[in-house]
Each structure stands twice: as structure tokens, then as C-alpha cells.
């Protein structure tokens, strides 16, 4: 849905089904903003954002996170600590 949406608006928008696949892409073509998601399969949105911050290439294109996750402390709990560790 948010994609048609963006899609609709006049973005340019390119999916990938996990996280893998995100920092390929991103490399590949680096983009103005990324729409993360917190929940992927084989790495979480965490530890892409994690890459992709570690990346001269990549490490100042914003990252916005979506979820499902109901609990503030499910959604910024990781984000917080990693904050305060590096």
C-alpha cells in the first residue's frame, strides 16, 4: 500500500524482499532515502541500518524505519543502545 501510494506521488521506488538484497541495491544504485522495515527475513532492519552506516558510500542517506511492532521499547530499544555504543 505505501508503496502505490509513493508510486503515485511520482517516486521512484525499488522493493527488495530483505535485507541482503537492500545493501546490494543501495550499493548498486545509492538512493535519496530508505524505507526500512525492523522485521526482515535473514537480517533485521538494525543491522542493515548498521551496514549501511559503515559505508562512506552509503552512510549519510537517511533511513526511516517502519514496523508493526507495538511496544516503543520493541522499536527504538536497539536503536538507543547502538547510539550510546558507537
Not at 533485521?44 to 511492532?69: H, M, N, T, W
Request: glycine share 6%.
Amino acid at each position: 500500500m505505501l508503496l502505490e501510494l509513493l508510486k503515485q506521488q511520482g517516486y521512484k521506488v525499488h522493493a527488495v524482499p530483505n535485507g541482503k538484497l537492500a545493501l546490494q541495491a543501495a550499493a548498486s544504485e545509492p538512493p535519496d532515502l530508505i524505507l526500512l522495515d525492523i522485521m526482515m527475513p535473514e537480517m533485521d532492519g538494525y543491522e542493515v541500518c548498521r551496514r549501511l552506516k559503515q559505508d562512506v558510500k552509503l552512510s549519510e542517506i537517511p533511513v526511516l524505519f517502519l514496523s508493526a511492532l507495538g511496544e516503543t521499547l520493541d522499536k527504538f530499544g536497539p536503536l538507543t543502545w547502538a547510539r550510546w555504543t558507537t
